[in-house]
């Protein structure tokens, strides 16, 4: 992608968006204080990494031709520009973050550049991170944060400059980075009331997806597809298929205009932990991992 790309870089006032968002919901939600308050730290720094992707000329190869799927090649974005911010972060982050992710970050840092590009790497052509996790003594799970937290705000700005997704994307993973979806949102449009889009859990490309349909198994018989709310939150409900135990979360924000869909899946953890009770499985982690 060349300085000369026909959209401009994108905005970054979204990311203020749903920082408020977060602080908003933090005094509604007092038990997801720790998890919010992480999040409001760490939108910071996406903020900065956003804004810093947008100024940067990204090899061309990078975007596939039209009509070329996944668009994105995350996997050649290049280590030598990505190391030292990588590094930055793992600084950066460190000190807000978590006990368990703080510890880790500094353990990272400490690993040097080589170790730190093996991550990245790793993460990027997506290769299983548990031998590297094993090797390094961490939890392969809490490990993959720091490039997922990393490389989504600069994915979200490189999709963004593509563009809206093609009506006939089909399919129930992320058209631009190849990624499972995180959630799904029901919203108004001007022409389709009521739509129901996917959204991707690493750029946030929203793309449609037909509703009450498991994303994982294709399941879409309506009494196998069941949809648990959130007492606090109403607008996030949990969908279960009951065909292959996967669930994820929708959030309606027809219900509530100011719902920013992935700050409302972290402050709703009451629901993952129903659906761990349940014996049920993530259709995928949020960056938190949770
Ligand atoms: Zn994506
Ligand atoms: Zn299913």
């Not at 947008?54 to 994105?72: H, N």
């Not at 030292?84 to 600084?91: E, I, N, R, T, Y």
């Not at 065909?243 to 920013?260: E, I």
């Not at 709703?268 to 991992?289: F, M, R």
């Amino acid at each position: 992608m060349s300085p000369a790309s026909p959209l401009s870089a994108p905005s970054p006032a979204i990311w203020n968006e749903r920082q408020q968002r977060a602080i908003k919901l933090l005094a509604r939600k007092p038990q997801a204080a720790p998890l919010l308050e992480f999040l409001i730290d760490l939108l910071d720094l996406q903020r900065g990494l956003f804004v810093w992707a947008g100024a940067e000329a990204w090899p061309g190869d990078l975007v596939a031709p039209a009509d070329t799927y996944p668009r994105l090649r995350l996997e050649t974005l290049p280590g030598e520009r990505l190391g030292p911010v990588f590094s930055k972060f793992l600084a950066d982050v460190g000190p807000r973050a978590t006990d368990v992710l703080s510890e880790i970050a500094q353990t990272v840092q400490a690993k040097g550049e080589s170790s730190q590009h093996r991550l990245l790497e790793s993460w990027l052509t997506r290769q299983n991170l548990e031998p590297l996790g094993q090797e390094w003594g961490i939890d392969e799970r809490a490990l993959e944060f720091f490039p997922r937290a990393l490389v989504q705000p600069i994915a979200e700005q490189l999709a963004l400059r593509l563009g809206p997704v093609p009506e006939a994307w089909k399919e129930a993973f992320c058209p631009y980075c190849a990624r499972p979806p995180q959630l799904a949102l029901l919203r108004d449009e001007t022409v389709i009331k009521g739509r129901h889009l996917l959204e991707c859990s690493l750029c946030r490309t929203l793309w449609p997806f037909r509703r009450a349909v498991c994303p994982h198994c294709g399941e879409s018989k309506a009494e196998q597809v069941q949809f648990h709310s959130s007492d606090e939150l109403p607008h996030v409900r949990l969908v279960e298929c009951q065909t292959c135990g996967a669930y994820f979360k929708s959030v309606d924000s027809r219900m509530d205009g100011l719902a920013m869909p992935f700050v409302e899946e972290i402050a709703t953890v009451e629901l993952d932990l129903w659906a761990d009770e349940q014996g049920l499985w993530k259709l995928q982690p949020n960056i938190l991992g949770l």
